[in-house]
């Protein structure tokens, strides 16, 4: 666009990063075959160690966190059921109603308060088996939490409310997109997350900085028939080993160097409470993800953003009031200080 500054300092998505050299090398290198088939062995070694980290029997790599997160949902969901989740869930908010789409569901929003939603919000929301009443079927966390501002569930609260949702006999999901973020940041295991639930969408194109891909975690059975959800939905692969060894190599590599993004995010965020106009909604600010608002004579979150532009920086609108800046493995720390800098005005 004529006039406005090439962008220096990138804090829209995290899924705006680039494969490092050395996942491109692995990429490069990566034995392949033809996954449809199940005979990609990268793909093969992929999902084994997911299991693994998961403690899960299986895994099965898709093209997106979208998708894994769809075929939970036609997992658990029949025509006419009903899923509960936060009001500002990812699936929710950002997957065109998939769960009407394409599993017949219908979405009961929770309003939790950065994502959190509490036990005693939800001991009244199991529908009577009543005729004139959709079937409460599936219960969806999110961790982090995207529209929370990365927020972190509380451990407690989620053993809570998924022991809760067992014991009337609904299914549990996770969409773990950024699942890594916590598990990094809280010193809790991917396992010890997941055990609470029966299938866990993890996303490597985010934080994790792959180039594509998730995964959906759960039983032999669940993951036996998510493949052939997979393959309705156009998400079967063909030499998709190329792609798993990007996710495989961020597993080795950009886990532990995610607390790097979380030091980065809070340089943002200590500018932001210093600024007058500017506000965060969630305290603290858990992982990579700054959401704060701007005070209306500051301008829209549209026109604060535009003029972040002009001087090179990136973040992104999405509410009215409310921006977004993310961290990752592409901006690096003294960036992060400068945005923070520029937040000023």
């Given at each position: 666009m004529k006039g406005v500054s090439p962008i220096r300092i990138d804090l829209a998505s995290d899924t705006l990063t680039k494969p490092t050299p050395g996942m491109r090398e692995a990429m490069a290198r990566a034995e392949v075959g033809d996954d449809v088939?199940?005979?990609?062995?990268?793909?093969?070694?992929?999902?084994?160690?997911?299991?693994?980290?998961l403690g899960k029997e299986s895994a099965l790599f898709v093209p997106s966190g979208t998708m894994s997160n769809q075929i939970a949902l036609r997992l658990h969901c029949r025509p006419g059921d009903e899923v509960l989740c936060d009001a500002n869930s990812h699936i929710f908010n950002y997957e065109q109603a998939g769960y009407a789409q394409l599993a017949g569901a219908a979405v009961r929003p929770i309003d939790g308060h950065g994502g959190v939603i509490h036990l005693e919000q939800l001991v009244d929301k199991i529908r009577p088996d009543d005729v004139h009443f959709p079937t409460t079927r599936l219960m969806c966390l999110e961790n982090t939490h995207n529209r929370g501002g990365g927020r972190i569930l509380p451990y407690d609260g989620v053993a809570a409310i998924c022991a809760w949702a067992?014991?009337?006999?609904?299914?549990?999901?996770?969409?773990?997109?950024?699942l890594m973020n916590a598990v990094v940041a809280s010193g809790i295991s991917a396992a010890d997350w997941a055990q609470h639930f029966d299938t866990v969408n993890i996303c490597f194109s985010k934080g994790l900085g792959a180039p594509v891909g998730s995964a959906l975690c759960g039983s032999t059975e669940a993951i036996h028939q998510a493949r052939r959800h997979r393959k309705l939905l156009g998400g079967g692969m063909r030499q998709a080993g190329i792609l798993a060894a990007a996710a495989l190599y961020a597993l080795e590599h950009h886990v532990d160097r995610l607390v790097e993004d979380h030091a980065k995010a809070q340089l943002i965020a200590n500018a932001v409470r210093q600024i007058d106009g500017l506000q965060l909604p969630f305290e603290p600010v858990d992982t990579n993800l700054v959401v704060f608002d701007v005070a209306a004579e500051r301008g829209t979150a549209a026109e604060f953003c535009d003029s972040l532009r002009e001087q090179g920086v990136r973040m992104l609108p999405v509410a009215t009031q409310r921006v977004r800046a993310v961290t990752n493995l592409d901006v690096t720390m003294e960036a992060c200080e400068e945005a923070g800098e520029m937040l000023c005005g």
């Amino acid at each position: 666009m004529k006039g406005v500054s090439p962008i220096r300092i990138d804090l829209a998505s995290d899924t705006l990063t680039k494969p490092t050299p050395g996942m491109r090398e692995a990429m490069a290198r990566a034995e392949v075959g033809d996954d449809v088939f199940g005979e990609d062995p990268t793909v093969r070694q992929l999902e084994q160690r997911l299991a693994t980290l998961l403690g899960k029997e299986s895994a099965l790599f898709v093209p997106s966190g979208t998708m894994s997160n769809q075929i939970a949902l036609r997992l658990h969901c029949r025509p006419g059921d009903e899923v509960l989740c936060d009001a500002n869930s990812h699936i929710f908010n950002y997957e065109q109603a998939g769960y009407a789409q394409l599993a017949g569901a219908a979405v009961r929003p929770i309003d939790g308060h950065g994502g959190v939603i509490h036990l005693e919000q939800l001991v009244d929301k199991i529908r009577p088996d009543d005729v004139h009443f959709p079937t409460t079927r599936l219960m969806c966390l999110e961790n982090t939490h995207n529209r929370g501002g990365g927020r972190i569930l509380p451990y407690d609260g989620v053993a809570a409310i998924c022991a809760w949702a067992a014991e009337h006999g609904l299914a549990r999901h996770l969409d773990g997109a950024r699942l890594m973020n916590a598990v990094v940041a809280s010193g809790i295991s991917a396992a010890d997350w997941a055990q609470h639930f029966d299938t866990v969408n993890i996303c490597f194109s985010k934080g994790l900085g792959a180039p594509v891909g998730s995964a959906l975690c759960g039983s032999t059975e669940a993951i036996h028939q998510a493949r052939r959800h997979r393959k309705l939905l156009g998400g079967g692969m063909r030499q998709a080993g190329i792609l798993a060894a990007a996710a495989l190599y961020a597993l080795e590599h950009h886990v532990d160097r995610l607390v790097e993004d979380h030091a980065k995010a809070q340089l943002i965020a200590n500018a932001v409470r210093q600024i007058d106009g500017l506000q965060l909604p969630f305290e603290p600010v858990d992982t990579n993800l700054v959401v704060f608002d701007v005070a209306a004579e500051r301008g829209t979150a549209a026109e604060f953003c535009d003029s972040l532009r002009e001087q090179g920086v990136r973040m992104l609108p999405v509410a009215t009031q409310r921006v977004r800046a993310v961290t990752n493995l592409d901006v690096t720390m003294e960036a992060c200080e400068e945005a923070g800098e520029m937040l000023c005005g």
